[in-house]
């Protein structure tokens, strides 16, 4: 019985990892084959001439892709990172206990997932001019923080809903350090949950257009303002050519993370691996 | 709450505090200079320029043309930030005004007409009255009321026109023949060919042009809509307009149950076959999508015998712009004959010029008469000979909710 219906998991494990893999996959096909068509019209199942064109502008000074493409990876991980900072902590407050005002904390950090971005962006801008912090890569990346972290904070708070806090004082029972405990006990705990956390803010992060055109001011220009303005003219060839670039750290990563990814993970599962 | 008050009060005053000076932010002490004075100020600094940024053709044009140019005369660098939509470049300067920074934006200029230079204008965020400090503005005939008139809106020495566009129809000669010359011919091959047409729903900038060559039609011309806008006048046009676009709309792509919200949807249907013509403010493009691979070669385009609407295309200074004399000197590059000359160049952008070509010299002119148009784009010379005019911005808001009201629903 017990075989059965394991091997039913295993079926059916693999049968979503397949649909996710066509999912994701699929659609990056022809994004592929547009970046070296020169032309690519409806009843051709492949472009009639083919071009360099779009990686030559692509990779030119003048796209300045590969310039920017650093630039959004410094980005992305200073605001992974700055979410985990503020995010851990967060996370256990709201999942570990119950205080006054709880329920108004949570609506506050789910706001920005909710309050549509262009509402708010004008607002944010002069706030960011009040102190100073437009124009300038920490200013990016700090405005990120706003959409980044309702995902880093309920992937957390749901982990340390599902943690025990005893293991921690069992540990300092027999003599761990405060510093020990957290080291040995808390972070391996939490793990799964900082990283599918860190990954979701880093795929945030990585796809923010206003709001870095705005504080940026247009002197911090990362990937998607560049590619943008070809997705919205039109232009497949050069929007596939910068999409296939864009794509790689994102695909990177979820390679690097993809066992924290899968129905085992007590991240996905809400339940704490202790 | 009260802790975060104050120190964003703080921090403010810290960034309202005279920092580094910012160098050419004062336009009215520019207006005053002879213009090697402006340049002097202006060498060794920079600019930075927001522009639509969705073609790579005009982005070559503008970062390796013209910043060429720039660096190697002037010792200035050029910036080019790319926008997806101009009215993003509007709102930081907004922003930054709204919140007190009169003198160090971030933005020194922008590719402007029609809706977002009518704000900037009304909001004085613009820098103006300065084109006698241009020695290249000799060139723009400002008696010109094209020129002298942005959409409608007096331009007032706000800003320096950059080119001029005039909406024409493309189609496939492969596929169609003969296409309809005149909006009249228009609406009987609707008729007779349907699914085969079909128009972005305005607000889409040419979707909301072609409904007005509709409205100009419904009117029997644009001579009495060229007024203040005029409620009377406007129900009667609109009426005659709303019932020959709702007549239409069975015989639209997919019997008109939706329809496209872009150009570059309506772009991406006429290159699939879908619907056998296409239309565009900027013929320019034709030749450009032909050369991208985006149309079949067998493009071509025309203009129609009751006239196509022009405008002119401008570049604005932000009354904030830390770097106007930089800006000064790109508004005077821009407007030189030769830099005009290589943006008319079909294999680099193919526009047409802002300037009046025989005030240029005769090398310059001679430069301008080799032009070889490319075969896909109607020529200027023939669309110019039947062109309308735009209507003040409030028609033109009246015409697009009133299409949404009664046509789009």
Same mark, same amino acid.
């Given at each position: 019985?017990?075989?059965?219906?394991?091997?039913?998991?295993?079926?059916?494990?693999?049968?979503?990892?397949?649909?996710?893999?066509?999912?994701?996959?699929?659609?990056?096909?022809?994004?592929?084959?547009?970046?070296?068509?020169?032309?690519?019209?409806?009843?051709?199942?492949?472009?009639?001439?083919?071009?360099?064109?779009?990686?030559?502008?692509?990779?030119?000074?003048?796209?300045?892709?590969?310039?920017?493409?650093?630039?959004?990876?410094?980005?992305?991980?200073?605001?992974?990172?700055?979410?985990?900072?503020?995010?851990?902590?967060?996370?256990?407050?709201?999942?570990?206990?119950?205080?006054?005002?709880?329920?108004?904390?949570?609506?506050?950090?789910?706001?920005?997932?909710?309050?549509?971005?262009?509402?708010?962006?004008?607002?944010?801008?002069?706030?960011?001019?009040?102190?100073?912090?437009?124009?300038?890569?920490?200013?990016?990346?700090?405005?990120?923080?706003?959409?980044?972290?309702?995902?880093?904070?309920?992937?957390?708070?749901?982990?340390?809903?599902?943690?025990?806090?005893?293991?921690?004082?069992?540990?300092?029972?027999?003599?761990?350090?405060?510093?020990?405990?957290?080291?040995?006990?808390?972070?391996?705990?939490?793990?799964?949950?900082?990283?599918?956390?860190?990954?979701?803010?880093?795929?945030?992060?990585?796809?923010?257009?206003?709001?870095?055109?705005?504080?940026?001011?247009?002197?911090?220009?990362? +990937?998607? =303002? /560049?590619?943008?303005?070809?997705?919205? #003219?039109? &232009?497949?060839?050069?929007? %596939?050519?910068? !999409?296939? @670039?864009?794509?790689?750290?994102?695909? +990177?990563? =979820? /390679?690097?993370?993809?066992?924290?990814? #899968?129905? &085992?993970?007590?991240?996905? %599962?809400?339940? !704490?691996? @202790? | 709450?009260?802790?975060?008050?104050?120190?964003?009060?703080?921090?403010?005053?810290?960034?309202?505090?005279?920092?580094?000076?910012?160098?050419?932010?004062?336009?009215?002490?520019?207006?005053?200079?002879?213009?090697?004075?402006?340049?002097?100020?202006?060498?060794?600094?920079?600019?930075?320029?927001?522009?639509?940024?969705?073609?790579?053709?005009?982005?070559?044009?503008?970062?390796?043309?013209?910043?060429?140019?720039?660096?190697?005369?002037?010792?200035?660098?050029?910036?080019?930030?790319?926008?997806?939509?101009?009215?993003e470049a509007v709102n930081i300067v907004l922003g930054e005004l709204e919140s007190g920074v009169t003198d160090e934006g971030s933005v020194d200029m922008i590719w402007i007409n029609g809706e977002n230079f009518r704000t900037m204008k009304q909001g004085n965020?613009?820098?103006?009255?300065?084109?006698?400090?241009?020695?290249?503005?000799?060139?723009?005939?400002?008696?010109?009321?094209?020129?002298?008139?942005?959409?409608?809106?007096?331009?007032?020495?706000?800003?320096?026109?950059?080119?001029?566009?005039?909406?024409?129809?493309?189609?496939?000669?492969?596929?169609?023949?003969?296409?309809?010359?005149?909006?009249?011919?228009?609406?009987?091959?609707?008729?007779?060919?349907?699914?085969?047409?079909?128009?972005?729903?305005?607000?889409?900038?040419?979707?909301?042009?072609?409904?007005?060559?509709?409205?100009?039609?419904?009117?029997?011309?644009?001579?009495?809509?060229?007024?203040?806008?005029?409620?009377?006048?406007?129900?009667?046009?609109?009426?005659?307009?709303?019932?020959?676009?709702?007549?239409?709309?069975?015989?639209?792509?997919?019997?008109?149950?939706?329809?496209?919200?872009?150009?570059?949807?309506?772009?991406?249907?006429?290159?699939?076959?879908?619907?056998?013509?296409?239309?565009?403010?900027?013929?320019?493009?034709?030749?450009?999508?032909?050369?991208?691979?985006?149309?079949?070669?067998?493009?071509?385009?025309?203009?129609?015998?009751?006239?196509?609407?022009?405008?002119?295309?401008?570049?604005?200074?932000?009354?904030?712009?830390?770097?106007?004399?930089?800006?000064?000197?790109?508004?005077?590059?821009?407007?030189?004959?030769?830099?005009?000359?290589?943006?008319?160049?079909?294999?680099?952008?193919?526009?047409?010029?802002?300037?009046?070509?025989?005030?240029?010299?005769?090398?310059?002119?001679?430069?301008?008469?080799?032009?070889?148009?490319?075969?896909?784009?109607?020529?200027?010379?023939?669309?110019?000979?039947?062109?309308?005019?735009?209507?003040?911005?409030?028609?033109?808001?009246?015409?697009?909710?009133?299409?949404?009201?009664?046509?789009?629903?």
């Open positions: 019985m017990r075989g059965r219906e394991s091997m039913f998991t295993r079926g059916f494990r693999a049968l979503t990892g397949a649909v996710l893999i066509t999912w994701l996959v699929l659609p990056l096909i022809p994004l592929g084959i547009w970046s070296f068509a020169r032309g690519w019209y409806f009843p051709d199942l492949l472009p009639r001439n083919w071009s360099l064109r779009a990686w030559e502008y692509t990779l030119s000074d003048t796209a300045g892709v590969i310039e920017c493409l650093w630039l959004t990876i410094g980005i992305s991980l200073a605001a992974t990172f700055l979410s985990i900072i503020v995010g851990v902590p967060a996370g256990r407050a709201l999942g570990l206990y119950r205080f006054r005002g709880k329920e108004l904390v949570e609506l506050m950090i789910l706001a920005p997932t909710i309050v549509p971005g262009i509402a708010v962006v004008l607002g944010i801008h002069s706030v960011f001019i009040a102190l100073g912090l437009n124009n300038t890569v920490g200013g990016v990346i700090i405005v990120h923080l706003i959409p980044t972290l309702p995902y880093m904070v309920l992937v957390m708070s749901g982990i340390f809903a599902n943690y025990d806090p005893s293991y921690e004082a069992q540990a300092r029972s027999l003599g761990a350090s405060a510093l020990e405990t957290f080291w040995y006990i808390t972070v391996p705990a939490i793990m799964p949950g900082v990283i599918v956390g860190g990954l979701f803010a880093f795929l945030v992060s990585w796809s923010q257009y206003i709001l870095t055109l705005l504080i940026g001011g247009g002197k911090v220009v990362t +990937l998607p =303002l /560049l590619l943008f303005n070809f997705a919205t #003219s039109n &232009r497949n060839d050069i929007t %596939g050519a910068i !999409g296939m @670039i864009y794509i790689l750290p994102g695909i +990177l990563i =979820l /390679l690097m993370t993809a066992r924290h990814l #899968s129905g &085992r993970s007590s991240a996905v %599962g809400g339940f !704490g691996t @202790i | 709450m009260k802790l975060l008050a104050k120190i964003a009060a703080l921090a403010g005053s810290a960034a309202l505090a005279p920092m580094a000076m910012a160098d050419t932010a004062d336009g009215e002490a520019l207006k005053s200079m002879s213009w090697d004075e402006v340049v002097e100020m202006a060498r060794g600094g920079e600019v930075n320029w927001f522009l639509w940024g969705g073609s790579d053709n005009i982005n070559r044009y503008v970062t390796e043309f013209i910043g060429g140019i720039l660096k190697d005369e002037y010792d200035i660098t050029l910036n080019r930030v790319g926008l997806t939509d101009t009215v965020m613009a820098y103006c009255g300065y084109m006698d400090v241009l020695p290249n503005n000799a060139l723009v005939n400002w008696d010109n009321p094209a020129i002298a008139n942005d959409f409608g809106v007096p331009v007032d020495g706000c800003e320096v026109p950059w080119s001029k566009a005039q909406f024409a129809f493309a189609y496939d000669t492969a596929r169609t023949p003969n296409p309809p010359k005149s909006i009249g011919e228009l609406i009987a091959w609707v008729k007779e060919n349907p699914g085969a047409f079909t128009y972005p729903a305005p607000p889409d900038f040419n979707g909301s042009v072609f409904v007005r060559h509709v409205f100009y039609h419904a009117a029997g011309g644009v001579d009495r809509l060229l007024v203040p806008f005029d409620q009377a006048l406007y129900d009667e046009v609109a009426a005659k307009t709303w019932q020959i676009l709702n007549d239409m709309e069975s015989d639209l792509w997919r019997e008109g149950a939706t329809y496209p919200t872009s150009i570059n949807a309506l772009a991406e249907l006429f290159a699939n076959s879908e619907v056998d013509l296409y239309f565009n403010y900027e013929p320019a493009g034709f030749g450009l999508n032909v050369e991208n691979g985006i149309f079949p070669p067998t493009t071509s385009s025309y203009g129609l015998t009751d006239g196509t609407i022009g405008n002119t295309n401008y570049t604005i200074i932000p009354i904030n712009s830390p770097h106007k004399a930089a800006a000064l000197v790109l508004q005077n590059v821009l407007l030189s004959g030769e830099a005009q000359y290589h943006k008319a160049r079909p294999d680099v952008w193919g526009t047409k010029p802002a300037i009046e070509v025989d005030r240029t010299s005769a090398e310059i002119q001679e430069k301008f008469g080799s032009i070889e148009r490319h075969p896909s784009v109607v020529a200027p010379a023939e669309l110019a000979k039947a062109a309308l005019p735009e209507l003040h911005s409030a028609w033109i808001t009246a015409v697009e909710e009133g299409w949404i009201a009664n046509v789009g629903q």
